[in-house]
Nanobody
Framework: QVQLVESGGGLVQAGGSLTVSCTASGRTFSNYAMGWFRQAPGKEREFVAAISWNYGNTYYPDSVKGRFTISRDNAKNTVYLQMNNLKPEDTAVYYC????????????????WGQGTQVTVSS
């Protein structure tokens, strides 16, 4: 069993920056790829970023590429999502998740999820 706890969400103005964190416990964090997803009201859960478990390869959809950066600190069992140049359309609940795959971008490929943290971007 893996427990994931997100933190760092909040309210930010458009153009601003925010970093959300996710701390894992329960299994060897460094053996799992990590991902971030988001879900806005009435919309499906959307892939935001992923980082592989070994070499730190990162993946992003076009909607956030160049603005968001995922990173991980295996010594702290923590994955981060740094978000720059935020837009109102980035408003959503942000979830971290973990997968035993090398890396993944689809929700069903992830085994464990955090409870989410709200990010609101005002215009």
């Amino acid at each position: 069993q893996v427990q994931l706890v997100e933190s760092g969400g909040g309210l930010v103005q458009a153009g601003g920056s925010l970093t959300v964190s996710c701390t894992a416990s329960g299994r060897t964090f460094s053996n799992y790829a990590m991902g971030w997803f988001r879900q806005a009201p009435g919309k499906e859960r959307e892939f935001v970023a992923a980082i592989s478990w070994n070499y730190g390869n990162t993946y992003y959809p076009d909607s956030v590429k160049g603005r968001f950066t995922i990173s991980r600190d295996n010594a702290k069992n923590t994955v981060y999502l740094q978000m720059n140049n935020l837009k109102p359309e980035d408003t959503a609940v942000y979830y971290c998740a973990t997968t035993p795959r090398w890396v993944a971008s689809r929700p069903h490929e992830y085994s464990y999820w955090g409870q989410g943290t709200q990010v609101t971007v005002s215009s």
